[in-house]
């Protein structure tokens, strides 16, 4: 067990709806990544947060968008669903922002947009 | 622009012998450098990492891996491998000092460990 918290574990939505997935890290770690791993594009890092503001940004749709609260719990916001955005979502944690650091990550939410 | 290449999808190998799990990198600075595991319907756990120092890296469940600059490389290893390390393998990189900070995992190496 990571420490790092993710839900729900599945999710089942429709195409064109909005999901929220929540995330909380490891206690004590400031910052929160959010992972798209599918099939076909393997594991993509979407953004990262450090202590409530963005970090680094990835290959993440406008579609999409994160924020970290000041409990540093984070959520990860997906609208227009479409049918490729069904994927495996991870969030990571690490202690600081410091780019050495390796990452723990929680069990993911399983996605799937019909 | 960053780049990781893990060049075989798939490698098997039996019991008590040695494993090399491959990767190759691109970054325009130095680089960290990351392996991760992942088991079946879990998270990715970290392995190990190299940041600066000795080229030979030391991390969990016996695993090692060597940073070769001149060849871009940190391929995975462990001298016997067992059973139980059959899971996917992910190679990381990250720019130490890029302005465009991104974190590039590859596509993965399954590790077929044969009895």
């Known amino acids: 067990d990571s420490g790092v918290t993710q839900t729900p574990k599945h999710l089942i939505t429709a195409t064109g709806q909005r999901v929220t997935l929540r995330c909380s890290p490891r206690?004590?770690?400031?910052?929160v990544y959010w992972y798209q791993q599918s099939l076909d594009q393997g594991l993509q890092f979407l953004i990262q947060?450090?202590?409530?503001?963005?970090?680094a940004k990835g290959n993440i749709l406008e579609r999409f968008s994160a924020q970290q609260f000041p409990d540093l719990h984070s959520e990860l916001n997906l609208s227009s669903l479409e049918l490729g955005d069904s994927a495996l979502y991870f969030c990571?944690?690490?202690?600081?922002?410091?780019?050495?650091?390796?990452?723990?990550f929680g069990p993911g939410t399983r996605l799937t947009v019909l | 622009a960053q780049s990781v290449a893990q060049p075989e999808d798939q490698v098997n190998v039996a019991e008590g012998n040695p494993l090399t799990v491959k990767c190759t990198y691109s970054v325009s600075g130095n680089p960290y450098l990351f392996w991760y595991v992942q088991y079946p319907n879990r998270g990715l756990q970290f392995l190990l990492k190299?940041?600066?120092?000795?080229?030979l890296v030391k991390g969990s469940y016996g695993f090692e891996a060597e940073f070769n600059k001149s060849q871009t490389s940190f391929h995975l290893k462990k001298p016997s491998a067992l059973v139980s390390d059959s899971a996917l393998y992910f190679c990381a990189v990250r720019d130490m000092v890029s302005r465009d900070d991104k974190i590039i995992f590859g596509k993965g190496t399954r590790l077929h460990i044969l009895p």
């Open positions: 947060y450090y202590n409530g503001e963005e970090r």
């Open positions: 206690s004590g770690d400031l910052s």
């Open positions: 990571a944690s690490s202690p600081s922002d410091q780019r050495r650091n390796e990452q723990f």
């Open positions: 190299y940041i600066t120092g000795d080229n």
